[in-house]
């Protein structure tokens, strides 16, 4: 059987940004999705696959790993593989601001307040949406609150992606770290709705799509 795809990179988990020796910013992502998008792939023969995945717990077997930190560091990981790839799928939950300098010497609690300067990390998949070619698939990932359709819309677009998986957080559905989500899925011609569900069963639902997409149709 001749393989579907050349390379896969699923980039999964949280970043973590460095303050000083002992304290970062980073976010609840448990790396649950990327991992299960990963084993999916690998039950259905799909691959190979290059994980490239911040720090987490879920890390899958039969795959190339690639630990990571920082945005940046996970941006230079995904970047080394990515003229390769065919499908990319940013399931990590890259932190969106890091501290604009790093404290070698743990900082001290001195004062009533410390101010923190926090910049913006590179935004790495619209980075790759404007170098996509035309023959690779990128995915990404959205959390909303308000306006959820609109804004995953615009993302969609803005990113240059072919499949948006759109969480819509609130109370009942929390998304990250959970075991179960409910999701919707978003291509340039269609919308699907898909039901709260086991994230296991819900990446079943992201391969169909993704094979579709590439022309390969459904399980
Ligand atoms: O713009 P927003 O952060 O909502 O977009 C989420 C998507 O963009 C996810 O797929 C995430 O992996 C990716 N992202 C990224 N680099 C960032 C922030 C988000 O690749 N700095």
Redesign the pocket.
Known sequence: MSPLFNKIII?SGPTLEPIDPVRFISNRSSGKTGFHLAMEAKARGIGPIVFITGPTFFLPPGVELILVET?QEMRAAIDGHFRQADVVI???????YRSRKYYPDKLKKNGEKIILELV???????DLGRRKRKNQLLV????ETEDIFANAQK?LLA?NLDLLVLNEISEGNPGFGSDENQVYLLRRDAIKKIDKMKKSRVAAFIWDEILDLAGHGGR
């Open positions: 980039a945005a940013m399931a990590a939950a890259v932190s969106d913006k990390t590179p935004d790495i998949l619209l990404g990932f959205a959390a993302k990113k």
